[in-house]
């Protein structure tokens, strides 16, 4: 079993940055993808972010540019690092860990984040 464990997320201004992070526990070997997903109200949860073992990476285009995605994998954390934040950024802050980023297994129990405008 894999426990994933979030820290980070909070208030912040539009254009200010945020870092989110995640650390794995207990059978994390298993897990080949890692990061984000977010759920606005009324929204269906969406992918942010995921990288791989081998550091392919995949963002949402709404993202691309502003947010960056890390892993080390002999500390079996992700982070992600938010820059120039937007309100529609608002959102709770999932993180997984599965085969792929559409192949989830686990889920961390979210974090939130609110960007004001």
């Known amino acids: 079993q894999v426990q994933l464990v979030e820290s980070g997320g909070g208030l912040v201004q539009a254009g200010g940055s945020l870092r989110l992070s995640c650390a794995a526990s207990?059978?994390?070997?298993?897990?080949?993808?890692m990061g984000w997903y977010r759920q606005a109200p009324g929204k269906q949860r969406e992918l942010v972010a995921g990288?791989?073992?081998?550091?392919?990476?995949n963002y949402a285009d709404s993202v691309k540019g502003r947010f960056t995605i890390s892993r080390d994998n002999a500390k079996n954390t992700v982070s992600l690092q938010m820059n120039s934040l937007k309100p529609e950024d608002t959102a709770v802050y999932y993180c997984?860990?599965?085969?792929?980023?559409?192949?989830?297994?686990?889920w961390g129990q979210g974090t939130q984040v609110t960007v004001s405008s």
């Open positions: 207990g059978s994390a070997f298993s897990i080949n993808a």
């Open positions: 990288i791989t073992r081998g550091r392919s990476t």
């Open positions: 997984f860990g599965g085969s792929t980023w559409n192949l989830i297994n686990y």
